[in-house]
């Protein structure tokens, strides 16, 4: 899988599918990588460009030491789009990606075809106790791992999923949340006009229906779909239903 140098300093890892005018981005949670979107990409339209990279310290991307904030993650993202030589992107943002691909509306709006949040950060930040941002033992992170995709088969692929986050991404795990900490984007909300399905699994321990509910209501061009039997991760849990459920929301 190709590599891309960003002007920022930033060497990103990406997946790439399909070609045609149009442009899905597709950008990973927390603790995780472009990976996650394995079981997705094939069920999306070949007639589309399907970009997936690693984010910053996570996969095989750079890992830079230091803080970071969710302006240098859209950032990145609005760099590397510039790389791959695109105008502009319809962006799906899981959980803390979903913060990202709102930040980048806000930042780089002209980059945003459409918006795709699935169980995403809310629109002002996630706040979590303290344990959330101190290091834990290896055994604890793969728990935590697998309470966000409940559903999930505990397949092959699963065991996969959970080595590659333990070992390549979760040493950023506490600068995202950081970030995700300071985060807060409900006094321009308003100004975010692009079209918007906020997708919310009911069965997730993280984000609840009541932050999916108050970024829905204040994102003006947004629609909340709850989905009862998935959980924090539909990439994983409904991979297929969930790329029908973006082509159909893209107008495919």
């Keep these: 899988m190709p590599l891309v140098q960003l002007s920022n300093g930033m060497e990103l890892f990406y997946r790439e599918a399909g070609a045609g005018e149009r442009t899905l981005l597709l950008l990973h949670g927390n603790t995780a990588s472009s990976l996650w979107w394995e079981r997705v990409i094939p069920h999306l339209p070949s007639g ?28 990145d993202v609005a760099l590397f789009l510039g790389a791959m030589e695109l105008d502009q992107a319809v962006i799906v943002g899981h959980s803390l990606a979903g913060g990202i691909a709102l930040q980048v509306a806000a930042e780089y709006p002209a980059l945003v075809e459409r918006l795709v949040l699935i169980n995403s950060a809310p629109i002002d930040g996630l706040r979590l106790g303290p344990e959330a941002y101190v290091e834990v033992p290896e055994a604890v992170l793969r728990y935590a791992l697998g309470l966000m995709m409940p559903t999930a088969p505990k397949d092959e692929f699963y065991e996969r999923l959970v080595e590659e986050s333990v070992t390549k991404s979760g040493p950023a795990r ?3 949340g950081r970030a995700l900490y300071e985060m807060d984007l409900s006094g321009v909300a308003s100004s975010l006009r692009q079209p918007t399905l906020v997708l919310w699994g009911a069965q997730d321990p993280l984000v609840t229906r009541a932050m999916m509910e108050r970024m829905a ?31 159909e929301f893209c107008g495919v």
């Excluded at 095989?60 to 970071?68: I, L, V």
């Excluded at 994102?219 to 029908?244: F, I, K, M, Q, Y």
């Design 174 to 176: 506490i600068r995202h």
């Design 48 to 75: 589309w460009r399907i970009l997936a990279p690693d984010l910053r310290g996570c996969g095989d991307s750079t890992k830079p030491a230091g803080e970071w904030t969710m302006s240098d993650l859209a950032q």
């Design 217 to 247: 209501a204040a994102l003006p061009n947004a629609v909340l779909e709850v989905w009862e039997d998935v959980g924090h991760s539909a990439p994983v849990e409904a991979p297929e239903r969930l790329a029908t459920r973006i082509v």
